[in-house]
């Protein structure tokens, strides 16, 4: 797995020009880059090139080829503009001199308003009494092949328990396949300390950003990207920050899937504070196929 020191270095990438980044990878066990790592470098990139009273909060990102993870990854910044209450950047992420993620970013000065929010929804089950995601794979693996732990640890992307803590009352419906309601979630916590400054927290929150998220639209059909029976890959990725981020304490990600069709599953998710205080949003449309292995032959 990893470190918190490699987690932190990757995600807080090496500033080499004042609007050129490269960035590092970490493996997960994926057949490429994290999705999450991209955007969450992206933000990063693009955060420390605004003026310091300025915090992000919008991005939206088009996810275009898949990343080598073996290979640094570039980030190039361009200042589209600097406003007195918004500054926009566009960073792409580069390999091999073309690129595999495109994204805009805007930034804007925190004023005071009008304020309202969804609450969370109240059967939304409490994280006390649930054991972390780690324990209860290490303990569904015991009862399954291992080629199919195998697979349940790389497809549910599991992180060290000691850096982030995730917790999700739906885990189970992993191993029982069946056709659920298209909505989920899962409580989380990185335990090392952040510090204060905003750009990581909200580097990190943009890293979770991704995790499930796609696997939302896929709950009400019966199959899960284990299986083997099914091949997905994100498209794009919006993300909105509502408030002040604090990923020390714990959090829940609320997903849901409003839609499914044409070979695409639409989802949102909403960030949420152990107080209840709506955070971030985000949205994704993801491409997900069932595996025609008939026509694979051919």
Same mark, same amino acid.
Not at 114 to 124: A, G, I, K, N, W
Not at 266 to 285: K, M, P, V, W
């Given at each position: 797995?990893?470190? &918190?020191?490699?987690?932190?270095?990757?995600?807080?990438?090496?500033? @080499?020009?004042?609007? !050129?980044?490269?960035?590092?990878?970490?493996?997960?066990?994926? %057949?490429?880059?994290?999705?999450?790592?991209? !955007?969450?470098?992206?933000?990063?990139?693009?955060?420390?090139?605004?003026?310091?009273?300025?915090?992000?909060?919008?991005?939206?990102?088009?996810?275009?080829?898949?990343?080598?993870?073996?290979?640094?990854?570039?980030?190039?910044?361009?200042?589209?503009?600097?406003? /007195?209450?918004?500054?926009?950047? /566009?960073?792409?992420?580069?390999?091999?001199?073309?690129? @595999?993620?495109?994204?805009?970013?805007?930034?804007? /000065?925190?004023?005071?308003?009008?304020?309202?929010?969804?609450?969370?929804?109240?059967?939304?089950?409490?994280?006390?009494?649930? %054991?972390?995601?780690?324990? =209860?794979?290490?303990?569904?693996?015991?009862?399954? +092949?291992?080629?199919?732990?195998? %697979?349940?640890?790389?497809?549910?992307?599991? $992180?060290?328990?000691? @850096?982030?803590?995730?917790?999700?009352?739906?885990?189970?419906?992993?191993?029982?396949?069946?056709?659920?309601?298209?909505?989920?979630?899962? &409580? $989380?916590?990185?335990?090392?300390?952040?510090?204060?400054?905003?750009?990581?927290?909200?580097? !990190? !929150?943009?890293?979770? +950003?991704?995790?499930?998220?796609?696997?939302?639209?896929?709950?009400?059909?019966?199959?899960?990207? $284990?299986?083997?029976?099914?091949?997905?890959?994100?498209?794009?990725?919006?993300?909105?920050?509502?408030?002040?981020?604090?990923?020390?304490?714990?959090?829940?990600?609320?997903?849901?899937?409003?839609? +499914?069709? =044409?070979?695409?599953?639409?989802?949102?998710?909403? $960030?949420?504070?152990?107080?209840? /205080?709506?955070?971030?949003?985000?949205?994704?449309?993801?491409?997900?196929?069932?595996?025609?292995?008939?026509? %694979?032959?051919?």
């Amino acid at each position: 797995m990893f470190t &918190w020191d490699e987690l932190k270095n990757s995600l807080h990438v090496e500033q @080499i020009d004042r609007y !050129l980044f490269k960035g590092a990878s970490i493996h997960l066990g994926l %057949k490429r880059v994290f999705g999450g790592q991209v !955007l969450a470098q992206c933000l990063n990139a693009g955060y420390r090139s605004v003026d310091e009273d300025k915090v992000p909060h919008s991005l939206h990102g088009y996810f275009l080829r898949p990343g080598d993870q073996d290979k640094p990854i570039i980030y190039e910044v361009d200042p589209i503009r600097n406003g /007195r209450s918004f500054s926009t950047r /566009r960073v792409v992420a580069r390999q091999n001199g073309e690129a @595999i993620f495109n994204s805009s970013i805007s930034f804007h /000065r925190i004023e005071d308003g009008p304020s309202h929010q969804f609450d969370l929804p109240e059967d939304v089950p409490s994280r006390d009494g649930i %054991k972390s995601d780690n324990q =209860r794979v290490d303990e569904l693996a015991e009862t399954v +092949s291992e080629e199919v732990a195998r %697979k349940i640890r790389s497809n549910y992307l599991i $992180f060290p328990e000691d @850096i982030i803590e995730l917790r999700s009352p739906f885990l189970g419906d992993l191993l029982n396949p069946g056709k659920y309601e298209p909505k989920h979630g899962f &409580w $989380f916590k990185v335990h090392p300390d952040v510090g204060d400054d905003p750009v990581m927290h909200m580097t !990190l !929150l943009a890293y979770i +950003s991704d995790k499930a998220l796609m696997s939302t639209g896929i709950r009400p059909h019966g199959e899960g990207f $284990f299986t083997g029976k099914m091949m997905g890959a994100s498209l794009d990725h919006a993300m909105w920050f509502h408030g002040n981020v604090n990923v020390n304490d714990w959090n829940y990600y609320y997903l849901d899937s409003p839609r +499914s069709g =044409r070979a695409r599953t639409f989802n949102r998710g909403s $960030f949420y504070s152990d107080a209840g /205080r709506l955070i971030a949003s985000t949205a994704q449309e993801g491409l997900f196929r069932f595996i025609d292995n008939d026509r %694979k032959k051919t």
